[in-house]
DNA sequence: TATGAATGAGACTTCATTCAT
DNA sequence: GATGAATGAAGTCTCATTCAT
């Protein structure tokens, strides 16, 4: 590939990672390649459908973003493994909200995003397993980190984009409600 | 107002909640005019904008649902009527995806829906008081209860839409974090 | 025809007076129907379509109108006879200014309108004989008077609607251009 | 501006000239769109509103014909002059309808189009002071000018639309009306 | 008979995608 | 290979006219 059509690929890319996050999934096509600096044919020539274009976003978001918490999913204390895993994953949602959806997407059918969010999470759920109530999943876990991104979306609607301590004190609360203290069992 | 308007209008209304659950709120109107089995021209004299019946499908729905989680919350047991009231509200979020987006829209400018919902709240936070951690708020409840309505909606993605096994897990989780033996305070 | 029927009839002609000349032929006849505070169907027994309604208007002001301006074309002095006739004929179309549309419709076929103007005019033409050039006919006055009517409606746009003046200076010029003073023969 | 896109603007506006004329302003777009062979996306590249292809016909067709009334108001003999300028400036509009509305639009609040007219009269003006009854203004050539379009437009409706005879004859009378032969003062 | 609700063709405009330059 | 002009189906909404109540 001629480097010139890489370094377009690459704009047209970053282009649509802000036109999607600031206007979501309906923006014009046009403002994408406006912004990309590049003509329609170009952009078209990368990717043949708009959705595939967003597909792209979302897996370079994803691909950022996971290695990211893999991070913070690998500190020592184990309980804190899993709050650091959840503080990362929620404050990337936080800048790209389009994230979680790709993972929402893939509930019915596993995509490669939740597969790899799988094993990051049964890491986690090994490790910290004497510190757990008993029978908690990693579609538990997985469930909880897709809510709990609904949260953040919510309290980043325009007005107090900043607040974190909102969906902060949520997230307390749902990993409080994994401590092993809690022997009910859960439905099953 | 005669009684076949009357007929009309409900039928329309109806359509759009069908329509508008399943295609989302990009719906065609005529779509929703079709279904109804009216002319445009009546549809748009019932309500003049697109937006007007929307509104009006989601005011309905509210209405009907913030009953049945207001009777669900009612319950003699303080903490069994905080989980009847999750349920129901949940379940309700099930059949009508819409109800919960205009609560969360009311985040940053409380609408008159997160009004009704706060209510609610608070009268389960008081009799619920001595059950609860410390410093639980009646944004805590409204923002867990939004999360939870998204990870409702993940689980229902076309494929398996019947499983509440695996929100009613969340639900109870999350409640459980709600619970009094945990003492440690919450972000500020 | 029922009193009540002469009553709504009435209602419906003088309310579409008002609409016509305020929103001009595009008004919405719902805005006539609503002035009058009948019902659509009332308005279509009456009239079977917009068009037969907007030609009673008009010829009902026609009606009046030709009265005024008959009585103005028989003042005792030929040429104030004539100078009163413009004058009041172009002060009606100051008020209903769909009234010339009317005999404008008519020049390639004569209308009943024009008709009647034509022998209005055609007395003045007798009586003012020698004081006007050679050669001018009825068309001529006819045409003159449509184009003067323009004058005014220009004049009267919304800014300055009370000008009198601007189309007073133009009537006398154009009267003047009628005296017996120019000698040279008419453009056949 | 490629060719291509230069030869469908073109096409469109031509249509649009065309169109208009035949139908007035209530024309369909589309109907814009078949004659000039365009699709409705190249109509509205061009043109982001219906009001802006209008705007621009009118302004086209101004153009052109401001130039052609202003090299007639300039032959020698200031009589001729002021009347080739109106024989100019009639036969245009005796093409264009829509060109005199633009001026008359631009009665009470003065278009640019009013402006450049309102130039062209002042010279005329000022090269035939003597042979100008006394206080013959601008706005009273102005005037005069709109309402012989209108007598313009009357003869050439549907019927006989080449008669230039009858709307010249009204011409000259109007112009003897200017004549310096009139001492009267004109009404202020 | 009067009412006004219902009709539906058609108006303007947008935008994902294709294709001539 | 890049450009951006062209396409046209589809979207929301209006309004002259008809018809059930």
Chains 1, 2, 3, 4 share one sequence.
């Not at 708009?50 to 309980?79: C, G, M, N, Y």
Request: net charge neutral; aromatic share 4%.
């Amino acid at each position: 590939m001629r480097r010139d059509a890489v370094r377009n690929r690459a704009a047209i890319v970053e282009a649509a990672r802000g036109a999607l996050d600031e206007h979501g999934g309906t923006v014009d096509v046009r403002e994408i390649a406006r912004r990309a600096g590049v003509g329609m044919g170009t952009l078209y020539r990368h990717f043949p459908a708009k959705e595939d274009l967003i597909a792209e976003v979302l897996h370079e978001q994803f691909t950022i973003w996971s290695a990211t918490i893999r991070t913070a999913a690998a500190t020592a204390d184990p309980w804190t493994a899993l709050t650091d895993f959840f503080d990362q994953a929620l404050r990337g949602c936080a800048k790209q909200h389009a994230i979680m959806d790709s993972v929402a997407a893939g509930w019915s059918r596993p995509s490669a995003e939740a597969v790899v969010l799988g094993e990051i999470i049964d890491e986690l759920l090994a490790r910290a397993a004497g510190l757990l109530r008993p029978g908690v999943t990693r579609d538990d876990l997985l469930l909880m980190l897709q809510s709990l991104s609904c949260a953040v979306r919510v309290t980043q609607q325009s007005g107090r984009p900043r607040d974190r301590t909102a969906w902060n004190r949520l997230v307390r609360i749902s990993l409080d409600g994994l401590r092993a203290t809690h022997s009910d069992p859960l439905p099953q």
